[in-house]
């Protein structure tokens, strides 16, 4: 083989390692979901026990599955905001109804996980049905504020009113029986499994997570999602070409409101508890700014975001003197990446890794969005 034909297989034009051909798998269905199940895999040794790796992040394995099931009430917030544009500050009321509905089932009729879990998430669906009616006749602003008001309404209802059934601010404890009468959720393994996933409710929670991850692949990629981004883009012009937008809208509402109750039902299960605060605004708050940290209307973002969040909320809390200001160093990081890449941090990385293909490139745009911050910098 000549030394052309060596340098020929690296060119850019290259069918086989050219830029264009990982750009093509990297956005594929199949190459997404493997991706997920790796990051299942990995993703709570790396961050608990691998050396070094853990050592610099000081994470623990419990937070590690509360991070997959935030990533999961995530991606499906961002279901509704980054694909279909519609901003809800209320989608505490999903999450917490799913965890209450679970409990209750769990509590009152059968403790199975699995079935508690497709309850709450039931629940959930159920209440989206009922909020869409009112809802999505509402557009911005109004939609927004609305939503919020019917998570608290739901938030004071479950705290006072119906203390007896929710047992008010103390919540209700849910017993962890073993999964279909045979699997025991609390069951830790040994060897290479037992490193990488610890035990039965981690892979528990993390099948349900690369489900959702390839669901919402699958929306996007599909006429549905592509419908759905050009309601997002412009709803007139959408409604102009003789599609029924408020039916679509209809639609991302209930997925959307599916996913969380998904993760509100794996938090019950989790946690084994469910309480009146995963009703409170401040969850939906929490998970706005998750998602427009790690990056809106992406995939990875919203894991991300979600990661970075409680990343601060449940390491960088706890150190000394600096764990008082947890919350202000994370308003500070969320201000910072915002503005300097309102794609937020998966933007950030993807508009680095593309620059440095080409180092000039990089310079070029560095210079650039100095420019663009720097107010009137170019008149001096």
Known sequence: MSMDTIRNSFDGDSSVLSWETWNRIKHTERFVVLSSVLFVLLFSYAFGRAPVVSDVFQGYHGLAMTILIWSIFALGFNLLLGQTGLLSFGHAMFFGTASYAAALFAIHVYNEPLVVVLVGMLA????GVVSALLLLRLHTVYFSIVALAIAQFLYFLAREPLVEITKGINGLDIPRVPLLGIVDLNHEYSGLVGTLLVN????????????VVALITRI????????FKSIR?????TAFMGLDVWRYKFAAFLLSAAIVGLAGGLMA?????AGVERLYWSVSGDIVVMTVLGGLGTLAGPVIGTFVFFYFKGIVNGFPTLGNYWLLLLSLSFTAVVWAYPD????MLTDFTAALR????????????IADLVPNGGDR
């Open 233 to 237: 883009e412009n709803e007139t012009r």
């Open 344 to 347: 937020g941090i998966w933007g």
């Open 269 to 273: 299960v989790n946690t084994q508890f």
């Open 358 to 369: 080409d180092p000039k490139e990089l310079l070029t745009k560095t210079r650039q969005r």
């Open 200 to 211: 039965n409710l981690y892979i528990f929670i993390g099948i349900f997570f690369v489900a």
């Open 220 to 227: 996007r990629k599909s006429p549905y999602g592509l419908i």
């Open 124 to 127: 959930a669906v159920a209440l």
